[in-house]
């Protein structure tokens, strides 16, 4: 997979971002780390995407799929590309 | 009048008009998001494109050039990327406060200010390298059309032969 299709929207030092990254680490993934604003009011690229200011934030343009919440974002990447995931 | 002194930097080897523009990753920081970013895929999409080092965000010559470069309008013409050690969170900041539509790589450990031939001993303070000021203008196949390092410091490019390079590009 091209590592252009998967952003992960994160912060530096970030647990909720470090469980996503472990989990896209297992699954063998590539993906695009885009690291953000600390500010919570001035995150506005994530606020786009999402429509909420929280980071972990992952867009899979494979899918069109842009979400947020690790538990979310974790339940996603498992069944979409976990074994006998979709894709 | 007060004496003052300018120095003068050591001869180097670096890049120059004519060369290839050595590839490199680094983070790329704009205002809303840094992340790593190829100088060759960079060019790919939007060369012609002027790669500035610069000292540390916060010295006076960085913020200098920065202001130079808008006020001549260079900013406006292509696209401009900086260089330096400063960190993410600096550069940040560093295109808050001067205002410049620009992107600026980090590059911590210098190695960018290495493969161009612009290492600065910081002025003997213990384990600093930094980049010198200098401007490669690149075109589309990666090939350095105008080059200015400085030879001394504080040195500044000559706006009038970097914007008539431009001119012969964009």
Redesign the interface.
Known sequence: MSSDQLVL?RLQACPYCERVVRVLDDLGLDY???????MHSER??VRRLTGKRTVPALVDEATGVTMSESANIVDYLRATYGEGGEA | MVDFEVTDLPETDHVAAGDEAPEFTRPLVGEEFWEDRSFAALVDEEAPLLLLTHPMDGAFPTTYVWNALADHGIVDRLPVVGCSVSTPYEHRDLLADRGVDARLYSDPAAGVAEAYGVTHDLDGMAGVSEHRLAAFLVDEDRVVRHAWVASQQPDFPDYEALTAAVDDLV
């Open positions: 929207y695009r780390s885009r690291f953000v604003e600390p506005t690229v």
